[in-house]
C-alpha cells in the first residue's frame, strides 16, 4: 500500500525560483528519503533525515521532517532547468526486524522553465 | 566504482512466454530490492534480499513472479506466463548493510519490459 503522498503531482517554475515539494505519510518512520527520477529511469538518492531530525541541508536541497504532522517538505532553491525531474519520497517504517523495503509515494513532476 | 546494472534494458516479449531480468548490485552490497514502476506511478516494491536470502516477499503480485539471488550478489527476477499488465518498468536496488532500508539506496537503469 501507498505510504508516502506527494504534493503537488506536478510543478512548473522559472528557472531560479525555489521549489517546495510536501509528503505525507501515515505510519511511524524510521527515516525518510527522497529521490529523484529522470526519463522514468533509475532512481538517484538525494537526501536522507532520520525520523529524530527536523531539518537537514544539502547543497540547494533543505528538507524539513514532522512527524507529529506525519509530513516531510523537499525545498529546491535557485531551481535550474537540470532539476526538470521527477522526486519522490520513500519512508522506511520503524520496525525492529529486518524490513528493508522502502515504501515510495506517486512522486512530484517538477518542470524549471529556463 | 561501478553502480548497479540491469539487462537487458529493454524486453518486448508476447503474452505467455517467461521473461528473466538480471540485475548486478554494487560489489559488497548485501542488501538488494526489486521494484517495478507502472507508466506515471510510483514505485512499487516486489522483493528483499539480504544476502541469498528473501525476508520479505509481499510484494510479489502473483505466483508467476519469483526471485533468486545466488553468491551474495547477482538476482534475478523470474516472470512466467507474462500478461499484458506486467508490463512496466523493473528497477533493481542495493544497498550496504542488512538493514537496507535505514541507508541509501542505489538505483540501477532499469529494465523497460513490454508485453505485446
Known amino acids: 500500500s501507498q505510504q508516502g503522498e506527494e504534493d503537488p503531482q506536478a510543478l512548473s517554475i522559472q528557472e531560479g525560483e525555489n521549489a517546495t515539494m510536501n509528503c505525507s505519510y501515515k505510519?511511524?518512520?524510521?527515516?525518510l528519503q527522497w529521490y529523484r527520477q529522470n526519463s522514468g529511469r533509475g532512481l538517484v538518492h538525494l537526501i536522507l533525515i532520520r525520523s529524530n531530525e527536523r531539518e537537514k541541508h544539502s547543497g540547494r536541497l533543505r528538507v524539513t521532517l514532522d512527524t507529529s504532522k506525519k509530513s516531510s517538505s523537499l525545498l529546491i532553491t535557485a531551481s535550474r532547468a537540470a532539476d526538470t525531474a521527477s522526486y519522490f519520497c520513500?519512508?522506511?517504517?520503524?520496525?525492529?526486524?529486518?524490513?528493508?523495503?522502502?515504501?515510495f509515494g506517486k512522486g512530484t513532476k517538477l518542470s524549471v522553465k529556463p | 566504482g561501478a553502480g548497479v546494472s540491469q539487462s537487458p534494458s529493454n524486453k518486448v516479449t508476447e503474452k505467455g512466454k517467461d521473461v528473466e531480468l538480471r540485475c548486478d548490485p554494487i560489489s559488497g552490497h548485501t542488501a538488494l530490492y526489486w521494484y517495478r514502476q507502472s507508466l506515471g506511478q510510483g514505485l512499487e516494491f516486489l522483493i528483499y534480499f539480504q544476502g541469498n536470502s528473501a525476508p520479505d516477499k509481499s510484494g510479489l503480485p502473483s505466483d508467476r513472479f519469483s526471485a533468486e539471488r545466488t553468491g551474495g550478489s547477482v538476482s534475478t527476477l523470474t516472470i512466467q506466463r507474462t500478461q499484458q499488465e506486467d508490463s512496466a518498468v523493473y528497477l533493481c536496488a542495493s544497498s550496504l548493510f542488512s538493514g537496507g532500508a535505514s541507508y541509501e539506496q542505489y538505483f540501477g537503469p532499469g529494465t523497460r519490459l513490454t508485453v505485446t
Open positions: 505510519t511511524s518512520i524510521n527515516n
Open positions: 520513500a519512508t522506511a517504517r520503524d520496525y525492529g526486524g529486518s524490513q528493508g523495503n522502502l515504501i
